[in-house]
């Protein structure tokens, strides 16, 4: 969790961190990007085995990284369960390396914990969506310790804002 002092009085708030793949990171960084309580976004490479790659590297499917979503958010005004249902919600948790037309483990369904609440949250919501059966199939999303995240090109950060696009399902 990162403080932040703000204004001249330097009121302190806390922002916590929680990182998602779940196919093509635009679509995954707009669903965040309208969660409120949500005070930033970045899209970038996870749980690869090289360093600093490239889109292009990952797109070869062959450096291990997953397309992430780096999302800051503020505790008192969102919960990271929250955030695990809108992850739950907006992409296919059952299709391995998959979601739509996009394949490869670059699309993988991946939750990236931060530290041992978020683990222990991350696995407890797994486990109530396998309960629910809402789907016919099993999950495959891996619940991992986040790794080094690396920030994509700057042309992938708030793609849909850039381009005038409201929104794309995951």
């Not at 991350?122 to 999303?141: D, G, H, L, W, Y």
Request: glycine share 8%; proline share 5%; charged share 20%.
């Amino acid at each position: 969790m990162a403080i932040r002092c703000v204004g001249p009085g330097r009121i302190v708030f806390r922002m916590a961190k929680a990182t998602f793949a779940a196919g093509c990171f635009w679509g995954v960084e707009d669903v965040f990007r309208h969660t409120p309580g949500v005070t930033s976004t970045r899209v970038g490479y996870a749980g690869g085995h090289t360093s600093n790659p490239s889109y292009h590297d990952v797109c070869s499917d062959s450096t291990g990284h997953a397309e992430a979503v780096e999302v800051e958010y503020d505790p008192a005004q969102v919960s990271y369960e929250q955030l695990l249902q809108a992850f739950w919600q907006n992409h296919d948790p059952t299709t391995l390396n998959r979601q739509g037309p996009d394949y490869g483990t670059q699309y993988r369904s991946a939750i990236f914990v931060h530290d041992t609440e978020q683990e222990a949250a991350a696995r407890s919501s797994k486990e109530a969506f396998e309960a629910s059966q809402r789907f016919s199939r099993p999950i495959v999303t891996e619940i991992v310790t986040a790794p080094e995240f690396w920030e994509a090109e700057d042309y992938h950060q708030q793609y849909f804002e850039k381009r005038g696009i409201t929104h794309c399902p995951i």
